[in-house]
């Protein structure tokens, strides 16, 4: 069964830091572009950041620009969302996300990606 994993999120205050995780099972995820997306309540889901399969490219929404950092592991089929000087409008489940198929650079489209994982609550207080 394939799945994606993610963890690291948690409770923290306005300006402080997180690290989440995305680990892939049932099948490797090196050769796949993937990237993070979160949900805040009674919104839609949003794109945040993606990563090629290299690790070369990356692409980030603009909201996070700067402050979000994106990476990869291959030895560990895990990605990272590295997040820093986090805000309460960072507040949302975060979700990393895998195509079906091959591509050589980044993919921000909602609608390539077809692993998902479970989601992690990520809450800012200010």
């Known amino acids: 069964q394939v799945q994606l994993t993610e963890s690291g999120g948690g409770l923290v205050q306005a300006g402080g830091s997180l690290r989440l995780s995305c680990t892939g099972s049932g099948r490797t995820f090196n050769n796949y572009a993937m990237g993070w997306f979160r949900q805040a309540p009674g919104k839609e889901r949003e794109f945040v950041s993606a990563i090629s399969w290299t690790g070369i490219s990356i692409y980030y929404a603009d909201s996070v620009k700067g402050r979000f950092t994106i990476s990869r592991d291959s030895a560990k089929n895990t990605m990272y969302l590295q997040m820093n000087s986090l805000k309460p409008e960072d507040t949302a489940v975060y979700y990393c996300?895998?195509?079906?198929?091959?591509?050589?650079?980044?993919?921000?489209?909602?609608?390539?990606?077809?692993?998902w994982g479970q989601g992690t609550q990520v809450t800012v207080s200010s």
């Open positions: 996300a895998a195509p079906a198929r091959e591509h050589t650079g980044v993919v921000v489209t909602t609608s390539e990606y077809y692993y």
